[in-house]
């Protein structure tokens, strides 16, 4: 009844996301490869939670 009261973890972890894929954008256009490669590999996990939660959803 009052599910939009609820917080809604996907929309959170998609945020986180796109926060981490920014960052890393960035990150190589600095010339910066491992911190490069270290946020791709964080936004990899929050994107392997936002499938696992929206499969059993």
Known sequence: MLSFLKPNPVKKLKKQYEAKQQQAFQAQRNGDI?????????????DQQIKELENNA
């Open 34 to 46: 491992r911190g490069y490669s270290l946020l791709t590999e964080e936004a990899e996990k929050i």
